[in-house]
């Protein structure tokens, strides 16, 4: 009887034990990651807590962390609640690296982390080698908001190797005689980002984007992107804190003059010594306002080269032009005028950096320019060399 029982008993052991087999929950995280020489045999998991701290080196929360074995393999078996979903970057490490939360992003090709979406109770499974994580990374059977991220991450890729001839990188020390050149190819490497963003159908896509566009968080010669990415998703996720967050940052009274905004009409202390409103020097057709300096470089070349002549063949034909200064010396502002053959009107409070005009137009980069209809709306902005003249010429026709 007794041996029996102990059979029943031992047969409905084995029959829990299979049932928990074939129901047990498959980990969070997984997968395999090659180890180069001189990079830890850790991944970690980082988590932004807002906007700004998406791609942003040591700025996420180390949720957790996992051993990568000899044989490449790493398992995040649990990982903190999530409500719906989260956006979490899986990262590795160089040895001798003091901080989790470090992100290596000067080179996108060679950047060391991931950004991911993790649905409550989904699975993911990823491949990469530590020396290029980013690029190499794949995901096994990704969601579409995955696949998205995959996506997004191909064209970041693509961009850059595109402009890999000039430089990209936001903050970086530049060549003053090359810098339209550089700014030029950061639109453009700015530009399938851009698109990517305004075309997603997923939020975190979309604001990861934002972030690469620019992982400094400047936006002045894109602001127009940043209002309409927070028009878009305060509406289709308007109860989400990062939608918030996006629309805090993309606030169209803390960035730049807008296309299609009204410029203001301000009073500008001029060349002449008389102070005049702005909107009484536009012109009958169309206005260029030109922020430059004497000591820039490049605007005083964009004087000889380009204005000189647009001023020369299309003043007559209602095309004015509204130099703006942010000189501080009178007498370096006036000789470069005279030197450059700029004799439309010019203004200048004449007190460099601090100047009120530029805290109207909430602008601190020049050369800068816009241009300006005949009633003042703004229909172009930050166009130079023949992308002016092109635009001005075919405005006119």
Not at 46 to 61: D, L, V, W
Not at 323 to 331: E, H, L, R, V
Request: net charge negative; charged share 20%.
């Amino acid at each position: 009887m007794i041996s029996k029982q102990l059979a029943f008993l031992f047969a409905v052991g084995l029959l829990f034990s299979s049932l928990q087999c074939q129901t047990q929950t498959p980990p969070a995280l997984q997968g395999k990651i090659v180890l180069d020489a001189g990079w830890k045999p850790m991944v970690y998991l980082i988590q932004p807590r807002n906007f700004k701290e998406i791609a942003s080196s040591y700025s996420g929360t180390v949720i957790d962390s996992a051993n990568i074995g000899s044989d490449g393999s790493f398992v995040f078996s649990t990982l903190p609640q999530i409500e719906a979903s989260a956006l979490l970057q899986v990262c590795v490490q160089k040895a001798g690296s003091r901080f989790a939360n470090q992100l290596l992003d000067d080179d996108p090709l060679l950047a060391n982390y991931m950004p991911l979406v993790l649905q409550k109770g989904e699975s993911i499974e990823i491949e990469a080698d530590a020396l290029n994580f980013q690029a190499s990374c794949s995901i096994r059977k990704p969601s579409a908001e995955n696949l998205a991220m995959l996506r997004l991450r191909d064209l970041r890729h693509e961009a850059f190797s595109k402009s890999n001839n000039v430089r990209v990188t936001e903050g970086a020390e530049v060549d003053e005689s090359h810098l339209l050149d550089e700014a030029d190819a950061l639109l453009q490497f700015q530009a399938p980002l851009i698109a990517f963003a305004d075309s997603s159908a997923y939020l975190f896509p979309a604001l990861v984007a934002a972030r690469w566009v620019s992982p400094s968080g400047d936006y002045e010669r894109v602001p127009e992107f940043l209002v309409s990415l927070c028009a878009k998703w305060s509406v289709k996720s308007s109860n989400s804190a990062w939608a918030k967050q996006l629309c805090e940052t993309g606030d169209r009274d803390r960035l730049p003059v807008l296309l299609n905004d009204r410029m203001p009409n301000e009073a500008l202390p001029m060349s002449t010594g008389d102070t005049v409103l702005l909107h009484s020097l536009l012109g009958s057709r169309l206005t260029i306002l030109d922020i430059w300096a004497s000591w820039c470089m490049p605007c005083r070349r964009e004087n000889r080269e380009v204005l000189v002549l647009l001023w020369t063949e299309l003043h007559e034909k209602g095309m004015q032009i509204i130099g703006y200064s942010i000189d501080s010396s009178p007498g370096a502002w006036k000789a470069a005028i005279a030197k450059d053959g700029a004799i439309w009107p010019h203004a200048s409070h004449l007190t460099g950096d601090a100047t009120p005009f530029l805290e109207v137009l909430r602008i601190s980069t020049i050369p800068a320019n816009f241009v300006l209809d005949r009633q003042g709306k703004v229909v172009a902005k930050n166009l130079h060399g023949e992308a002016l003249r092109e635009f001005v010429v075919a405005y006119l026709k």
